[in-house]
């Protein structure tokens, strides 16, 4: 009998031992779940608009200011795609100073440059690979556009077909609950979540589905010709970089619109002035003209005048935040290395997890 139970107990020891095994896997899984909650990358790809501010970094600033603990990272490994990597490194710690200029604080956001952990991000990349078909990443709407858009496109390099898996290993590496991204990131999110998916379903329950924070429902419209604001269309665009002189002349050589009539480009005038007010009685200075004009009365000229003052106001405080901020040339690669060291050790960890169940 004794044997018998020494024999069963046994037996049911190995089993439950497995199953003992799958539990704390689950457990331990559990535990590591959203090592980080709110995930953000920036490609270092230049000068940033007002729209970059208004789109992508003023609602970082908002969820920080709830508590949040946003991470965000430099996607220089993302911006070799389309530039060469000399170009991209002259960009990094310009992009760093300009966020935390505008409101990151880095007691709060983590802040790590991709390439920071390149072995790691480069290695996942290459293991998620196997877990989707060239078939399957040919139908990204991204790429579809970006190759119709080239004028050449059997030049269009292979790291454009990878991007959205790249994108997917720094997001699971950090296994990110949130992850903030603009319309333009939509579809690659999707391959995210479906390699989640995928691995969890063949490797076991590693990886928390994550989630999209679609953070720029706004959308800032060019101030030249159509489309939106964009740094490719710079007589368009306002540039932090830009003095005042520039931003005045650019936004007298906007079309506006006829006494009596809201338009598009109006509407999106009106919401980056408002947007970068920093008073609500020049908030209110802007709806009164507005209400002039849409009972017919010839203000534009007024509005924008009114228009070149804020947006100055605030480009001349953002570039003096900035001058103080990079006064010390070692402030800026200490962020870095501060937020790299974290970003390191949770990437290692998931990684030996990975390797692990694979
Ligand atoms: P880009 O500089 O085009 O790579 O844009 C980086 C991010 O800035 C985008 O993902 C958006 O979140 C934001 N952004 C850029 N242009 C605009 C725009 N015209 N309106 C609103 N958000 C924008």
């Known amino acids: 009998m004794i044997n018998n139970l020494d024999k069963n107990t046994k037996k049911d020891y190995t089993k439950s031992s497995t199953m003992e095994e799958i539990q704390t896997k689950k457990k331990e899984v559990s535990a590591m779940q959203y090592k980080v909650e709110l995930l953000t990358g920036i490609r270092p790809t230049g000068d940033l608009t007002v729209a970059n501010y208004l789109g992508a970094v003023s609602p970082i600033v908002e969820l920080q200011a709830q508590g949040v603990s946003p991470v965000v990272f430099v996607a220089d490994l993302h911006a070799i795609t389309d530039s060469e990597m000399t170009t991209v490194k002259q960009y990094i710690h310009g992009v760093v100073a300009d966020y935390i200029a505008l409101g990151l604080d880095p007691q709060k ?6 390439s920071d952990i390149a072995g790691e991000v480069n ?4 293991l998620l690979a196997r877990l989707i078909s060239v078939a399957e990443l040919l139908r990204v709407p991204t790429l579809k556009d970006k190759l119709k858009n080239n004028a050449r496109p059997e030049t269009a390099n292979a790291l454009l077909l990878l991007y959205p898996v790249l994108m997917a ?23 995210t979540r479906l390699l989640a998916r995928r691995f ?18 706004l959308r800032i419209l060019s101030l030249k010709g159509e489309g939106k604001m964009s740094k490719t269309n710079p007589r368009g665009a306002i540039f932090l970089t830009d003095d005042a002189k520039t931003v005045s002349n650019k936004i007298k050589a906007t079309e506006t619109a006829i006494e009596g009539v809201m338009n598009k480009k109006l509407e999106s005038h009106v919401l980056i002035t408002k947007e970068l007010a920093k008073t609500e009685s020049e908030r209110d200075e802007v709806d009164a003209i507005i209400m002039a004009h849409k009972t017919g009365k010839p203000v534009m000229g007024h509005f924008k005048q009114i228009m070149t003052r804020i947006i100055c106001n605030f480009i001349e405080e953002f570039q003096a935040k900035r001058a103080e901020i990079t006064r010390d040339p070692l402030y ?6 501060e937020g790299s060291k974290i970003a390191k050790e949770n990437a290692i960890e998931t990684l030996e997890e990975v390797k692990k169940v694979m």
């Open 123 to 126: 290695t996942f990349t290459t």
């Open 109 to 114: 956001t983590k802040i790590y440059l991709q």
């Open 332 to 337: 800026i690669q200490s962020v870095l290395e």
């Open 200 to 217: 969890n379903k063949r490797y076991g329950e590693l990886f928390p589905i994550p989630q999209v924070l679609q953070v720029n429902a």
């Open 169 to 191: 290993a720094d997001i699971l590496l950090n296994r990110a609950k949130m992850i903030a991204v603009g319309e333009d990131q939509l579809a690659h999110m999707e391959v």
